[in-house]
């Protein structure tokens, strides 16, 4: 089936997806016994003195990679961005507040009806005029005076946008960064908040990047119950209860194999040069691949396309996953194609399942 | 350091804790490359067939393990116990209701400062007078008429106490088995909710098994946001949003090798001979040891123990990791000493430790 080392498969899956190989065979290493302790990393306690040094590295790393000053907490929690979009106007909108949402897909439609249960809700950009194919300009947005906060979604997975320069804002702003953290040089210093779901580009599942900046961290309400209250978990360095430990390992290792691949900005430029190269490959063949996104707005993360006819994708789907190609598949509420390549998918991958598209396009041309 | 295979350690951690190393070599060996796939499970969609057939057959597993007939539902979700203490009230628990809690230690008095919250809080039996050194009798029990439930925690992993029969109630019965789920034989279908974080018996911390009876559940109201609705993950069978699909997996190997190894009863039979090794060699030496919980309420998972002076205390502490046996210190709100052995541990593990101990003694009575 695969050539590739330990016969794995080019992983294209939008997430949970590929984790870089090298993280695999180091905490493979570890495995039964993680640094000479006798034991996997996950049978520790989370207040023994080896787990410690693990989350608090991760935590460093968090910040250096994204040169936050000491002015960000960074926490690690759980439930997923679904949990953050409840916390976030829990814990920071009240009744008589109004936070504006930038709605450029699925995910912002969500945190936007959850916010909608803790106070007003401005829309600042409605992608479904535009049917979410492309993000809005600058001059578009409808803002709030005194909003309490701007949400904004990063990237969007399903209909495959992404923002790399982001509104300019007078009120907080808040980025749920799930599904494109780390993958492109940016100035964190404009957000005074970003999450991230780590089984993107962090990570397995199970564990939430959260990182609050003070002075929006200080005018936090206490929330309903203690575990979704920020305050809890700032106060505690993530360690109130039990963190889900073994994930926030991985996500260090991780974060460690982007240090080595030269920082953000080597992702950047290796997710510049997938882009590249398969959005370039698109526009050589148009009778054939055909991007429906704005080309100003294409996401790096989540290449959407579409074949002639749906008969052709589904084709390309089961000829892909037979020949080692995983992942193929649109999301199913759009259909159709898509090509989703993280951080952990290398140039080569990228090379691999274009030169397999090139012979299916000969074959079904 | 240790004679072990893979030189691992007698691990006795009160939590996260040991994993069967049986369960650590099965996914070590599945690592790179999931049941032919090519990918890590954590590496795949949880819309995927081979994760789909994970998550069902580890909800069938707690299921069949537990005796629950087609009236329970089997949830999955984050944020450990702790996220239970409020979720449950808040789901549970009006305004003008009352909820009887059965204060049993450091756990059930967080479980019901988070109920307060929420409605009335009746203590039906308040621990502290007996400096929780005793569980309750039946007599005991202050339980109000028409309370919206009865709350139990089953063991206590800081002072070391553990419900074998539970309180007759009329009211629904709900239980935080966190640290001593699939122990010993017990009738499941008394309970309306179970529920355990499950780094002690399950596998690692991340992911909370959440046991509803239909009848209960139809009385649950929404809660105040998305996540903490138990009728989210319900509906969705978990799969809301992203769960922490390698938790599951991981707590999916645990259940199979707890059935390989004679279901709950073996368990039970396993886990009453070591209690009744390690409690038995502490009454046959009472000039050196001290057991101060009750008989009738001693753990089998949390055995909590004192030597004549905290000096002694701290060197068998040291000796002990030195010679391969972690985890003997006693919580730090209470001091003293504990041994900890869920299922993971075998016999043998047991007597290794009072065989170090027996040393130990010689060498300092």
Redesign the interface.
Known sequence: ??E??????Y?F???????P?EV?ERV?EQ???FQ?????L?????RSKEFDAVHNETIARVKSLLNLGDEYHVLFL??????Q???LP?NFLNKDQTADYINTGTWSTKAIK?AQ?FGNVNVAFDGNTVDFMRLPTQDELQLTEDAAYVHVTSNNTIKGTQFFEFPKVDAPLIADMSSDILSHTMDASQFSMIYA?A?KNL?????TLVILRDDFYATAHDA?????SYKTHVDKNSL????????IY?MGEVLKWVEEKGGVAGMEQRNRAKADMLYGFFEENPEFFRCPVSPESRSWMNVCFRLPTEELEGRLVNEGKAA?F??LKGHRSVGGLRISMYNANGVESVEAVINFMKGFMKRNG
Do not use: C, D
Request: without cysteine; positive net charge.
């Open positions: 089936m695969s590739l080392k330990h016969n794995r498969v992983n899956n939008a997430g949970p997806a590929a984790v190989l695999l493979q495995w039964f016994n000479g302790s006798g034991m996997n996950m049978e520790m306690s989370h759980q439930g997923g961005a679904s949990t979009f409840g916390m829990m959850e249960k779901g089984q990570g397995p599942s199970g564990v309903v119950t203690t575990m979704l109130y209860n039990t963190p889900p430990t073994f994930a991985l080692g995983i992942g």
